[in-house]
């Protein structure tokens, strides 16, 4: 039997559906994420473990990879479709730059970047570097334990440029609501869009008493309650939470809080969740891996060729004459 005709019209069929562009339906918005800090990792993760905050990693890739799980757990359940990837991550050191002041500059320079001031740019040209080898979207910069710096964590904008998309973080910071929190801001999350009300509940499995309870973006004056707590999510127009939720202070292990009744977790002026959203394509295009095989501009064209093939491949197998077994 001739086997020939049937090996080139499979290998027709096979190469037009190869060069078929990927499909991307359902797909999560992915924001690639470089996270660089300023000592040896082992070190700089060490007084973590201590703690006892290092989601039981002893080991910097593990730590980050578990820490930004959580931090895309938070967007998620809150009914935001993204993920954060740590794409890399790595020690640096900015001492030839300024020997005696460069971590804390470096934090200025990372939230004053619209500025232009010159003495921000040689470090903010060398997260550059970094950030462009790395096709990384947004950069964080996870500060060293008391390092003389801002006395709180910062976002570079509010729905700013991708020449704004910068984190700092306290040594402690990097506590997944705190990073929730501050990214939150790069997508153009607000403290005012934030929830902060009260209600029955639990810590714990401890007595339900009348508590303080707030959303990730809130920041605001306590209500004189005896204790409040964030739950793990963002604020949304109709939302509620009910039975046991993620909660934490705002930076400490997760902890559940425990809620008998439905209670409000946003309203139509109290919506984060439709901010980062709409935010969070654009985000996660500020940077993008070239392509080693075919440009992105070539994508229509690779799906018309794949086509063809696809088709002249059928037309061939249709019209073939039956063959004869000898």
């Given at each position: 039997m001739l086997r020939r005709p049937r090996t080139r019209i499979a290998w027709t069929l096979a190469l037009g559906l190869l060069w078929l562009p990927p499909t991307t339906a359902g797909a999560s918005t992915q924001i690639d994420v470089l996270v660089v800090y300023p000592q040896p990792a082992d070190d700089h993760l060490a007084k973590l473990i201590t703690w006892g905050?290092?989601?039981?990693?002893?080991?910097?890739?593990?730590?980050?990879?578990?820490?930004?799980?959580?931090?895309?757990?938070?967007?998620?359940?809150?009914?935001?479709?993204?993920?954060?990837?740590?794409?890399?991550?790595?020690?640096?050191?900015?001492?030839?730059?300024?020997?005696?002041?460069?971590?804390?500059?470096?934090?200025?320079?990372?939230?004053?970047?619209?500025?232009?001031t010159a003495v921000y740019e040689p470090y903010l040209e060398a997260i550059e570097t970094l950030r462009d080898l790395n096709a990384a979207d947004i950069v964080v910069y996870w500060r060293d334990f008391g390092d003389g710096g801002p006395s709180s964590n910062g976002a570079g904008s509010i729905g700013g440029g991708e020449d704004e998309a910068y984190v700092q973080l306290?040594?402690?910071?990097?506590?997944?609501?705190?990073?929730?929190?501050?990214?939150?801001?790069?997508?153009?999350?607000?403290?005012?869009?934030?929830?902060?009300?009260?209600?029955?509940?639990?810590?714990?499995?401890?007595?339900?008493?009348?508590?303080?309870?707030?959303?990730?973006?809130?920041?605001?004056?306590?209500?004189?309650?005896?204790?409040?707590?964030?739950l793990w999510q963002f604020s949304s127009d109709g939302a509620s939470v009910s039975g046991d939720v993620d909660c934490s202070p705002l930076s400490s292990n997760v902890q559940v809080c425990g809620f008998a009744e439905a209670v409000p977790l946003g309203d139509a002026e109290h919506d984060t969740v439709a901010v980062l959203s709409a935010m969070a394509p654009t985000v996660a295009a500020f940077r993008s891996a070239e392509s080693e095989a075919i440009p992105a501009?070539?994508?229509?064209?690779?799906?018309?060729?794949?086509?063809?093939?696809?088709?002249?491949?059928?037309?061939t197998l249709r019209h073939r004459r039956p063959s004869s077994r000898r």
């Open positions: 905050r290092n989601h039981g990693e002893t080991e910097m890739g593990a730590f980050l990879d578990a820490d930004f799980a959580l931090v895309t757990e938070i967007y998620q359940r809150s009914g935001v479709d993204v993920v954060f990837e740590v794409v890399h991550h790595q020690a640096i050191d900015l001492a030839y730059i300024d020997a005696a002041n460069w971590q804390v500059t470096l934090s200025l320079a990372l939230m004053n970047s619209e500025l232009g306290t040594y402690g910071g990097v506590n997944p609501p705190i990073v929730a929190h501050e990214v939150g801001h790069l997508l153009g999350g607000q403290h005012s869009d934030g929830v902060q009300t009260s209600a029955i509940f639990s810590i714990g499995g401890d007595d339900a008493t009348l508590r303080e309870y707030r959303s990730v973006m809130t920041i605001a004056v306590p209500l004189g309650l005896d204790d409040y707590r964030y501009a070539s994508v229509p064209v690779r799906g018309l060729v794949g086509l063809m093939l696809a088709a002249l491949g059928a037309r």
